[in-house]
Each structure stands twice: as C-alpha cells, then as structure tokens.
C-alpha cells in the first residue's frame, strides 16, 4: 500500500504534468473522467456488474434505491464511456444484458482501494459530519 507521504509526492508529480490541462477545463481529465466514475451510482453499479453481467431488471433490484431514469442514464453514460458493454438477445421481449468490459475492469483496481478506505474511514467521517453539524447550530 502507497504511504500517504508517497501519494503526496505523486499528487504534486502529476498536478505538475497536468497543470496545463487542469487549466483547461475541457482537456482536463480529472474533470472529464471523475465527474462520471466519481458519481455515487456508478461505483454501486460497476461493482454489482464485477460479480457478474446483469439484466436491467437484476442492476435494478441489486441497487434499491435508484430510480429506473438514474439507472438508464448512467448504464448509457458508461456504455458511452466504454466501461459496459449492453448486449441485447433476440427474444421476446427482448432481453438486455449488461458486462464490464476490460476498461471497466480495469477500473476495479483503484475502486477496491477507495471502497476499503471508505470502509475502514465511515466511522470516523460520520463522527466528523456530526460534530460539524453540532458546531453549526
């Protein structure tokens, strides 16, 4: 596991690299790519499709709370994007299947690390929310 002092020292490495693009809001990648994978439907799906592909229907029941408009959009923002691939069979009805693919898992690498430093984090970050939340009032 990276140190925080080495992650210091590669976040001032590449801010170096990209202070040009970062500059330029739409040559930015960290905007272009994190605005999309840093929503909060979008670890929740990419993580439900690494166990295996989906049915809309299965994403749908394995993620209760988002609506069916929320899921259509960010299944089609990342087809789009080239982290899904949607295949539909010639049923009938037809039916739509839905699997990452090799970008998208590639994405599970970085997205392990973020999910067990949530996990080991919540506590303390819940704790945080509730003692701003007192000092506020």
Do not use: F
């Given at each position: 596991m990276t140190s925080v002092k080495a992650a210091e020292?590669?976040?001032?490495?590449?801010?170096?690299?990209l202070k040009e693009?970062?500059?330029r809001p739409s040559a930015c990648p960290i905007r272009d790519v994190l605005d999309q994978i840093g929503d909060k439907w979008t670890a929740l799906i990419v993580v439900t499709l690494a166990q295996r592909p989906h049915r809309f229907g299965e994403l749908r029941r394995a993620i209760a709370d988002i609506s069916q408009r929320m899921l259509t959009?960010?299944?089609?923002?990342?087809?789009?994007?080239?982290l899904i691939?949607?295949?539909v069979y010639p049923t009938i009805p037809p039916s739509v299947e839905y699997k990452l693919t090799?970008?998208?898992?590639?994405?599970l690498v970085p997205l392990v690390s973020l999910i067990h430093w949530a996990d080991q984090n919540h506590s303390a970050i819940r704790t945080s929310r509730s003692e701003f939340e007192r000092q506020a009032r």
């Open positions: 020292r590669q976040i001032k490495a590449l801010a170096r690299a693009r970062v500059d959009q960010t299944l089609r923002d990342l087809q789009r994007d080239g691939s949607r295949h090799s970008l998208g898992r590639s994405l």
